[in-house]
């Protein structure tokens, strides 16, 4: 067994609308309001976007009596190749993960490729020390 | 049920002293990756995955949550351009006179 932790989710997508009007639904308080941590069953009821380096958002959702923020920091902002930012749904978790967009130009529209990568645990922190060849020598253990 | 192992035992392959490797193992025991329990002067450990799989099961939830955003996100483009399409004068049409900064609200 090797050990190869991995807290990274990636999605990539394509879109026929340009790689301008893309990177600006994310950014652009009306448009993103429209489908940006929005659900079937929720209402967004507040959209703050403060698209700069260091700026925040907020967008929150309605479900039922429950208003659930969706919260974050801008990390990176280059349009219309990347954008960064913390992200954090302060309701459930306390933990600030982190969401990089890379956008690319394609012939007829673009892609965009989502990495989402969570809180790595203290002991996802130490790659560079021996726990990590512990664990695969007593993860070994049970294939022998 | 897991396989057991020696401290001293899983110590061996390591270029490390026993109170190092001891020390390596209290974080993963803290991190539930790690069982010990101690049988006379013999301390046995155990491997939990149980922490790994949860890893795999927040990235399978991540990935189906941007997917679902993502869907979103090309429905309400695609509804722009067929509104655009219905009214070929608005403000999405190609502009002669400048480059088009469609989108560019900031």
């Known amino acids: 067994m090797t050990f190869d932790p991995d807290r990274t989710a990636r999605v990539t997508r394509r879109f026929d609308a340009s790689i301008e009007r893309v990177f600006d639904a994310w950014l652009d308080p009306q448009k993103a309001g429209t489908w940006l941590f929005a659900t079937p069953t929720g209402q967004i009821v507040r959209v703050e976007i403060d698209a700069r380096v260091g700026g925040s958002f907020v967008i929150t959702r309605r479900e039922g009596n429950d208003d659930i923020e969706h919260v974050g920091t801008y990390l990176e902002l280059d349009r219309p190749r990347r954008l960064v930012f913390t992200f954090a749904v302060p309701k459930f978790s306390t933990e600030a993960t982190r969401v990089s967009l890379d956008f690319k130009a394609l012939s007829k529209g673009c892609e965009l490729t989502l990495t989402h990568e969570g809180v790595l645990p203290e002991w996802l922190d130490r790659t560079t020390e021996g726990w990590g060849g512990i664990l695969s020598s007593l993860a070994g253990v049970l294939d022998h | ?106």
């Open chain 2, 1 to 106: 049920m897991r396989r057991e192992t020696r401290v001293t035992e899983l110590a061996e392959p390591f270029a490390m002293s026993l109170p190092a490797v001891s020390k390596h193992i209290r974080v993963l025991e803290r991190a539930r990756l790690v069982r010990r329990r101690r049988v006379w002067r013999e301390h046995l450990v155990s491997f939990n995955p149980a922490p790994l799989e949860e890893i795999g099961a927040w990235v399978e939830k991540t990935r189906a949550f941007w997917s679902a955003q993502l869907d979103a996100l090309d429905d309400l483009l695609k509804a722009e351009d067929a509104a655009a399409a219905r009214k070929p004068d608005r403000k999405r049409s190609p502009q002669p006179t400048r480059p088009s900064k469609r989108g560019a609200s900031r």
